[in-house]
């Protein structure tokens, strides 16, 4: 290691040491104060960001009209490209001198080890809770429409990624914002989106990408250690974490390429398993979905709170739209960014068509999400431990088993996301102070993990979905290069030129 490396692990060890001295010396009146003070902050940034329009928070109303758009004008490429992308992904078109930092497969694996987390196992349960079974419905079809936002935005982000000189990669929508509308001569609308959405994906990289999953795995691992404190779990956290992103997008891509499909395999046996012993349950779950998607029983703000649930619930998970995952995918080894962009509509069909629907199965059939004896975990909004609820009423082991897999999705998903806003900090200062990015993002994890539920989980939902505002806005007007990208690459497919 360099001196430089050492240094920041002393650090990292220094930080757990601090926090411990402090909880010992103020007891819970520490905790408390970080509680109290975070909740206040996030009740205000939240009001401000999710103001109605027709009863439809503006945010979910610009997801699902960007969503829509763009699949038209891509001639539903979700659909038509589906094989090819899996190609893709198996290598079959992998050249190593094409540059990049990482191969088609980890780049899709680091993406969706930043998608692929609590979203899918909490986010899903508080959904339910919420808004009914209908909202699975409402998910899945954000998640079809969302596959093409998907391929626009990581499509932009290889092909106006920047390589530096060490062939480290930089890219994402704060360069495609800026130098793709400088292009059109839009270079100060660029130069203001591209600093709004690094802003605001800093901000998600401390709430939604890491608050949220300490919080809720502390949720789903303090069920099988129970006595297990918050601030405890939180450190153990804090030095995981930041020894994996000391080696940047390269040992992240290497962690989640091993990580990603592993922890994907065991949560999706656990959840056959439950749906195979309950497989006579199934048609009556599929007719309450989608009865319920349009004809909610008794839940507050009719079928327009069930959309407003599955919608937003969806944009969490699999991050369409917001932007993120290009960041991850401009550092692929490739040329043709039309390729990349295909691969990339892949996460929404994986982390919600299969992985949400999943979770959405379990909960539906085990009839957690209307039980009575759940209704405390329901109000308190603690969705990893109501999933783990509902694995539990099959098999004893099975929260143990669930505890696990959220371990790993969340760390899967910290680490991820620590290098997005390590590349949007880099934006911003130009690549000055990544350090204090880094312990900035260690502290949040902390915080996270001794925070209440519903301050973590409208403040994640908050900086998330606000990073779609700018991303959305320059997809609209880069959109059409990409359309002209796509029918160039398809027309060279059809007639076996790649």
């Not at 129970?226 to 930041?242: A, H, K, N, R, T």
């Not at 319920?292 to 327009?304: D, N, S, T, V």
């Not at 806003?421 to 502290?443: A, H, P, Q, T, V």
């Not at 994640?460 to 991303?471: E, H, K, Q, R």
């Amino acid at each position: 290691m360099k001196i430089k490396t050492w240094l920041y692990v002393l650090l990292l060890m220094l930080i757990p040491t601090f926090l411990l001295v402090t909880e010992a010396k103020k007891g819970s009146n520490f905790i408390n104060g970080i509680d109290q003070a975070f909740s206040s902050f996030v009740d205000v940034i939240f009001n401000i960001l999710f103001f109605n329009i027709g009863g439809f928070p503006l945010i979910v109303l610009w997801l699902i009209i960007g969503g829509i758009f763009f699949t038209i004008r891509m001639r539903f490429i979700n659909i038509r490209a589906f094989t090819h992308a899996i190609d893709i992904v198996r290598g079959k078109y992998d050249n190593p001198e094409d540059q990049g930092e990482v191969s088609h497969f980890q780049a899709l694996a680091a993406a969706l080890s930043g998608t692929v987390g609590l979203g899918n196992i909490a986010g899903v349960a508080i959904a339910i809770s919420i808004g009914g079974p209908g909202a699975v419905f409402w998910m899945t079809i954000a998640a079809f429409f969302g596959m093409t936002s998907k391929f626009v935005e990581c499509t932009l982000a290889q092909k106006y990624r920047i390589i530096k000189p060490d062939g480290t990669i930089s890219g994402g929508p704060m360069r495609y914002l800026s130098a793709g509308l400088a292009e059109m001569r839009q270079g100060t609308l660029g130069r203001v989106l591209a600093t709004l959405f690094s802003i605001f994906c800093i901000s998600a990289a401390f709430g939604g990408a890491n608050m949220f999953q300490a919080n809720q795995s502390y949720g789903a691992v303090s069920t099988v250690l129970p006595g297990l404190p918050s601030w405890v779990y939180g450190l153990v956290l804090v030095v995981l974490v930041g020894l994996v992103i000391i080696g940047g997008i390269q040992r992240i891509g290497m962690v989640a390429g091993t990580l990603v499909p592993l922890m994907c395999l065991l949560y999706v046996l656990a959840s056959l398993f439950i749906i195979f012993a309950n497989i006579t349950e199934i048609p009556r779950v599929i007719a309450t979905i989608v009865s319920e998607a349009f004809a909610p029983k008794a839940l507050e703000g009719g079928i327009i709170g069930v959309i407003i649930q599955g919608f937003q619930r969806s944009a969490f998970s699999n991050e369409a739209g917001v932007g993120s995952a290009a960041i991850a995918h401009s550092a692929a080894r490739t040329n043709e960014p039309i390729r990349e962009g295909l691969v990339a509509l892949l996460e929404p069909f994986i982390d919600t068509i299969v992985v949400c629907n999943m979770t959405a199965l379990v909960i539906v059939i085990t009839k957690v999400y209307n039980a009575e004896e759940f209704a405390a975990l329901r109000e308190a909004k603690k969705g990893a431990e109501l999933t783990s609820a509902a694995f539990g009423t099959v098999l004893e082991w099975f929260p143990v088993l669930l505890a696990i897999a959220v371990f790993c999705f969340a760390f899967s998903t910290m680490i991820s996301w620590s290098y997005y806003g390590e590349r949007c900090w880099d934006y911003l200062s130009g690549g000055k102070g990544l350090i204090i990015y880094k312990i900035l993002f260690l502290i949040a994890t902390f915080i996270g993990s001794v925070s209440n539920p519903s301050s973590v989980i409208n403040f994640s939902d908050a900086t998330l979905l606000s990073m779609a505002f700018p991303n959305i806005l320059g997809g609209y007007f880069l959109c059409g290069q990409i359309a002209k990208d796509l029918e160039s690459y398809m027309g060279r497919l059809r007639k076996g030129e790649e």
